[in-house]
C-alpha cells in the first residue's frame, strides 16, 4: 500500500486536557470561554488558546492554516517554546505571514472553538485517546509515540512502513517497547 499521490495531512483538533478532565462530565473545554469570565487564567487556557489560533489562522485560508501549523509544530518541537505565551503563537503567525489585524480579531471570536469542538467529538467517537493519532481511509485509528524523529532520509521509508501496517494489517492492535 503507497501513499496517496499528492498525499495530505489533514490536521485535527483533539484536546488532552478535555479527554484527561475529571469532575463534571458535560464540561466542556471550548465552552469555557463564553461560561467562564476567568477562563484564560485557568489551567487549560494554553491548550484552548492554541486550537483557538489555528482557527484564526485558518480563517485566512487553508494554506494559511497549514503554514501556522506547521510553524506552531516547529516552534513547540524544534524550538522548545510554550505554546501557553501568547508570544508563541503571535510569532507562529508571523513566520506563516498571517495578516496580523484579521489574525487578531479571530483571536477575540470563540466561534473560532466550533470546529475544534468538532473535531474532538469526532476523534472520541473513533476511540482516540491521545496524540498523534493517525486515521487511514478504511483502517483503525493508530496513535503513535516517537523518542525521536528519523532523519529526513529515513522519514519517508518510515512512514510508508508506518502506513503500511496500520492501514494495511488490522489485526495488529499495539506494539510497545518497555521504557
Known amino acids: 500500500m503507497g501513499l496517496p499521490d499528492p498525499w495530505t495531512i489533514r490536521w485535527r483538533a483533539f484536546s488532552l ?15 469555557q470561554p463564553l ?15 492554541a486550537f483557538w489560533a489555528a482557527e484564526a489562522a485558518r480563517r ?8 501556522y501549523h506547521l510553524a506552531l509544530l516547529r516552534a513547540r518541537h524544534q ?3 510554550s505554546l501557553a ?18 489574525f487578531a480579531q479571530a483571536l477575540d471570536d470563540p466561534t ?17 485517546f491521545g496524540t498523534p493519532t493517525f486515521v ?13 524523529l528519523p532523519d529526513p532520509e529515513e522519514g519517508m521509508a518510515f512512514w510508508a512502513e508506518f502506513q ?4 494495511g494489517r488490522p489485526y495488529v492492535q499495539e506494539i510497545k517497547r518497555p521504557q
Open 112 to 128: 473560532c472553538l466550533q470546529r475544534p469542538a468538532q473535531d474532538h467529538t469526532e476523534a472520541t467517537e473513533m476511540g482516540v
Open 17 to 31: 486536557y478535555q479527554v484527561n478532565h475529571e469532575g463534571d462530565r458535560n464540561w466542556r473545554i471550548w465552552e
Open 164 to 167: 503500511r501496517i496500520v492501514a
Open 35 to 49: 461560561i467562564d469570565p476567568d477562563w484564560a487564567e485557568r489551567p487549560y487556557a494554553p491548550s484552548l488558546r
Open 60 to 67: 485566512q485560508g487553508e494554506e494559511a492554516y497549514q503554514r
Open 79 to 81: 524550538q522548545g517554546l
Open 85 to 102: 505565551k501568547s508570544e508563541t503563537l503571535w510569532a507562529a503567525a508571523q513566520v506563516a505571514g498571517l495578516e496580523a489585524r484579521s
Open 136 to 148: 487511514f481511509p478504511g483502517a483503525e485509528p493508530a496513535y503513535l509515540k516517537l523518542s525521536d
